[in-house]
């Protein structure tokens, strides 16, 4: 096992993010004095040429004008009961099949607002104080191993349950899946990859609040909504050996923080939900959770259909066709339902950005996001997760 004090510190709030010091423990470099950030369409421009990868850079953090913020706020007081639906079944879910000695580990930094509402959720319900960290994956690289170490040198590794936001085609849930297996193989401690989300459209994972692709109100910004963190960094120039993947902590822009709000919002709605969580659970448990990964082949086609090159140019589901329009170079949209409230916050950055939206009915996603191909000079496509 690996000497606890050779390994690095985790990080924490206020000094490190905005959520409060005993709500998760980031286990990343602090990279806040880095400058990283890029044109939206240069990084796109460098991910596509094969002469960057994502993760080696950050996309400037979008700013939301007055309107959409408050369309935030509408939105989040609409999908409250929702979402604290999810949070309540998630959790629950998986107290029932993988006990209370558990430790969360979210992956950063979608996940680690779901992370911090099922922890909650496991205090409010039942008095647990559950560990939580908050760590790095990159598709293509894999988990932060350096992470995977500090887990296994403080808590049995079997106790770990990963956590993240929700799925899109599942390309998470294969890489964390593979990673764990690749550590497993090299001798390492074996990890549980069973990925527990609050939404599951693309049927990848059985640990699951819904899989409805419905809006998670943490999907509609960036770093205000998620500690005033970052994406997740791995460039080999600033993160050595023995050091955790980086991250930036945007404390300027905490006037604009929504991130306790959004966790307080779903919260306080706990107690009004529960019964529903009760009475659904059993249903839950019981009911066939096996993945049958529709949503892949769904994308797959998708691609065909509009003779796009690589799968990862292809965002389906709520959540991602919101990255896109956030952090990408947008082609166009595609939407099962014109108007669909689900998606409202979507259409106005469309228009913000000059991106045709295309009714599709029978679409498998509420929302599908495509990525415009730009002119490079090599085929080797390195889209984002």
Same mark, same amino acid.
């Given at each position: 096992?690996?000497?606890?004090?050779?390994?690095?510190?985790?990080?924490?709030?206020?000094?490190?993010?905005?959520? +409060?010091?005993?709500?998760?423990?980031?286990?990343?470099?602090?990279?806040?004095?880095?400058?990283?950030?890029?044109?939206?369409?240069?990084?796109?421009?460098?991910?596509?040429?094969?002469? @960057?990868?994502?993760?080696?850079?950050?996309?400037?953090?979008?700013?939301?004008?007055?309107?959409?913020?408050?369309?935030?706020?509408?939105?989040?007081?609409?999908?409250?009961?929702?979402?604290?639906?999810?949070?309540?079944?998630?959790?629950?879910?998986?107290?029932?099949?993988?006990?209370?000695? /558990?430790?969360?580990?979210?992956?950063?930094?979608?996940?680690?607002?779901?992370?911090?509402?099922?922890?909650?959720?496991?205090?409010?319900?039942?008095?647990?104080?559950?560990?939580?960290?908050?760590?790095?994956?990159?598709?293509?690289?894999?988990?932060?191993?350096?992470?995977?170490?500090?887990?296994?040198?403080?808590?049995?590794?079997?106790? /770990?349950?990963?956590?993240?936001?929700?799925?899109?085609?599942?390309?998470?849930?294969?890489?964390?899946?593979?990673?764990?297996?690749?550590?497993?193989?090299?001798?390492?401690?074996?990890?549980?990859?069973?990925? +527990?989300?609050?939404?599951?459209?693309?049927?990848?994972?059985?640990?699951?609040?819904?899989?409805?692709?419905?809006?998670?109100?943490?999907?509609?910004?960036?770093?205000?909504?998620?500690?005033?963190?970052?994406?997740?960094?791995?460039?080999?120039?600033?993160?050595?050996?023995?050091?955790?993947?980086? @991250?930036?902590?945007?404390?300027?822009?905490? @006037?604009?923080?929504?991130?306790?709000?959004?966790?307080?919002?779903?919260? +306080?709605?706990?107690?009004?939900?529960?019964?529903?969580?009760?009475?659904?659970?059993?249903?839950?448990?019981?009911?066939?959770?096996?993945?049958?990964?529709?949503?892949? +082949?769904?994308?797959?086609?998708?691609?065909?259909?509009?003779?796009?090159?690589?799968?990862?140019?292809?965002?389906?589901?709520?959540?991602?066709?919101?990255?896109?329009?956030?952090?990408?170079?947008?082609?166009?949209?595609?939407?099962?339902?014109?108007?669909?409230?689900?998606?409202?916050? /979507?259409?106005?950055?469309?228009?913000?950005?000059?991106?045709?939206?295309?009714?599709?009915?029978?679409?498998?996603?509420?929302?599908?996001?495509?990525?415009?191909?730009?002119?490079?000079?090599?085929?080797?496509?390195?889209?984002?997760?």
């Amino acid at each position: 096992m690996t000497d606890k004090t050779l390994l690095p510190a985790p990080l924490f709030g206020p000094e490190f993010g905005s959520y +409060a010091p005993d709500e998760v423990a980031w286990l990343l470099k602090d990279l806040s004095a880095v400058d990283l950030e890029a044109d939206i369409a240069e990084r796109e421009q460098q991910i596509q040429s094969g002469r @960057a990868h994502y993760a080696e850079s950050l996309p400037i953090e979008y700013q939301p004008d007055q309107q959409y913020q408050e369309l935030f706020e509408s939105v989040l007081a609409q999908s409250a009961p929702r979402l604290a639906t999810a949070v309540g079944l998630i959790t629950e879910l998986v107290l029932a099949e993988r006990g209370s000695d /558990i430790v969360l580990v979210s992956l950063a930094r979608a996940g680690t607002p779901v992370g911090i509402l099922m922890k909650r959720w496991a205090a409010h319900t039942y008095g647990l104080n559950l560990p939580h960290y908050a760590v790095s994956i990159v598709r293509g690289r894999g988990i932060d191993r350096v992470a995977l170490e500090y887990l296994a040198a403080h808590h049995d590794p079997a106790s /770990i349950v990963f956590v993240d936001g929700w799925t899109g085609k599942g390309a998470i849930a294969r890489e964390l899946a593979e990673a764990l297996d690749a550590v497993a193989r090299q001798g390492g401690p074996r990890f549980n990859a069973r990925l +527990a989300v609050l939404a599951d459209p693309g049927s990848c994972v059985t640990d699951y609040g819904t899989r409805d692709d419905f809006l998670i109100a943490s999907a509609c910004l960036n770093s205000t909504v998620s500690g005033l963190i970052s994406r997740t960094v791995l460039n080999n120039a600033l993160i050595g050996p023995g050091e955790f993947h980086g @991250a930036k902590f945007y404390s300027e822009l905490a @006037a604009s923080d929504r991130s306790v709000a959004f966790l307080d919002a779903v919260g +306080a709605e706990f107690g009004s939900v529960s019964t529903d969580v009760v009475s659904a659970l059993p249903g839950l448990l019981a009911s066939d959770r096996t993945p049958t990964w529709a949503g892949w +082949a769904a994308v797959d086609k998708i691609r065909a259909d509009y003779g796009i090159e690589s799968v990862n140019f292809v965002k389906p589901g709520v959540g991602e066709t919101t990255r896109v329009l956030l952090r990408r170079v947008p082609w166009r949209i595609l939407v099962r339902v014109a108007k669909a409230l689900d998606h409202e916050h /979507i259409r106005l950055l469309a228009a913000a950005r000059g991106v045709p939206v295309e009714v599709i009915p029978d679409l498998p996603y509420a929302c599908v996001g495509l990525i415009r191909t730009l002119p490079t000079d090599t085929a080797a496509e390195r889209g984002e997760a």
